[in-house]
């Protein structure tokens, strides 16, 4: 273990914002690639607008990323209590040796610090030596005996041993304010490092609550892997040094470093995270794919998909590499479980010019005539009926995808009518010359 020790300090006043989560994971980050501790505190002294149920959204959903606390509510430590609410005594007593010391007095109900009138130099990891200087006093208790976010952040910081603030650029400009603080109380400040804020999609601004995407509730409930989120968040602000994307949870810990972190703001993109999910997903062992492909089918009202479980298997074989997340999962898969599957219009209008009519009859009478059902047989004998009759394998493969799926798109199709089964096949087909929609 080393001495470093950092903490994610949210206020539950709402839903997880996915700014938040990228806080948290810098941080948990930089905790295990340096053997240090990650420090789960919660900021919770505004009593009116803190509720339970963003504590709770708050901790499932750090759990489900999989960024687990060293520290913190549940799990206890030796700085605790590690909710703010808890630890009104703690701050009294700082107070009082502000107090003592000539450091804070009161005025108009409220307690004051005294600045030093000193430039205060904040040395940013990121950004380099910022110096500002505080020219007034500031409140650090309220009129109403209640102590500003200023106050209590730094004395959390102090009474935890915080060494390193990772935190994000708009509280760099609250940071003279904690340096005063720091020198009053006669303590070394911690090492900053204020990342780039994320901006929104499209336009101008930071990203809000308010914006589609931003709440990791949303990517939890579309079923999104986790590795795929925590893989697009660590290069919102950051890149390893060979630039690379695509990369494991211990490939991020290995090169994550607070150096390599941006000074330029991130803006989000929905599209490179879907595709960085979808990679994952593809990338995912057979027994990790078919564990999350249950739980899926399980939590949309599909569980009647999962009762056969070797047709299942082989159905996960050929869909993973062609998914692009498992919220797809229970649509792309449907029509191996259900002989009743609806014809898709668009795809319909698709096949119209491949004669399907008379396509299809023809494959009928081939794959019929089959004694060896398998993906190189199935694929070699269409191509020779092609180049007999004349036309273009596609004619006969966009149909018969059509008539044995009712889709125009899914995966490979010579696997897909070995999944199914010569009968199956042969069923299906008459089912749709059955339905006269040609």
Request: proline residues 4%; hydrophobic residues 35%.
């Amino acid at each position: 273990m080393s001495n470093v020790r950092v903490r994610f300090a949210p206020s539950p006043t709402g839903y997880f914002h996915i700014g938040g989560a990228r806080t948290a994971l810098f941080n948990w980050l930089y905790a295990k690639h340096t053997g240090g501790t990650f420090v789960l505190r919660i900021e919770d002294s505004d009593t009116e607008r803190n509720k339970k149920e963003s504590l709770e959204s708050l901790l499932t959903n750090l759990r489900w990323m999989g960024l687990d606390w060293d520290e913190g509510p549940e799990v206890g430590g030796p700085y605790g209590p590690y909710f703010q609410s808890e630890r009104n005594d703690i701050y009294k007593k700082y107070l009082k040796q502000l107090q003592d010391e000539g450091l804070a007095y009161e005025k108009e109900g409220a307690i004051w610090l005294k600045v030093s009138g000193e430039t205060q130099t904040i040395d940013d990891i990121i950004h380099g030596p910022v110096r500002r200087l505080e020219e007034k006093d500031f409140v650090i208790y309220r009129s109403n005996g209640t102590p500003v976010f200023h106050f209590v952040n730094v004395i959390d910081d102090i009474d935890m041993k915080i060494t390193h603030v990772i935190r994000g650029e708009d509280h760099l400009s609250n940071t003279s304010k904690h340096m005063e603080l720091y020198h009053a109380f006669g303590v070394p400040a911690p090492k900053f490092a204020h990342i780039p804020l994320i901006l929104k999609t499209d336009g101008p601004g930071k990203m809000s609550k308010r914006d589609r995407g931003s709440l990791v509730e949303e990517y939890r409930d579309k079923f999104f892997l986790p590795e795929g989120l925590i893989n697009y968040l660590s290069l919102l602000g950051w890149s390893p040094k060979n630039d690379q994307e695509l990369m494991s949870l211990e490939e991020i810990i290995a090169a994550f470093d607070l150096p390599g972190i941006n000074k330029t703001h991130a803006r989000f993109d929905e599209k490179k995270l879907n595709y960085i999910n979808a990679e994952h997903l593809k990338h995912l062992s057979k027994e990790a794919f078919f564990e999350k492909g249950i739980q899926v089918l399980k939590a949309t009202g599909h569980e009647d998909y999962t009762h056969n479980v070797p047709l299942l298997k082989e159905v996960f074989a050929i869909v993973q590499e062609k998914l692009r997340s498992f919220e797809e999962l229970p649509n792309f898969i449907g029509y191996f479980f259900d002989d009743n599957y609806n014809f898709d219009e668009k795809a319909l209008q698709k096949v119209l010019k491949h004669e399907p009519q008379v396509r299809l009859a023809e494959i009928r009478t081939l794959l019929a005539s089959m004694e060896e059902f398998s993906c190189e047989t199935i694929e070699a004998e269409l191509k020779q009926l092609a180049e007999r009759n004349g036309v273009q394998p596609g004619d006969y493969i966009h149909t018969l995808r059509f008539a044995v799926s009712g889709r125009s798109v899914g995966p490979s199709l010579y696997h897909m009518l070995v999944v199914m089964g010569k009968d199956n096949v042969l069923k299906r087909i008459q089912r749709c010359l059955d339905a006269k929609l040609f």
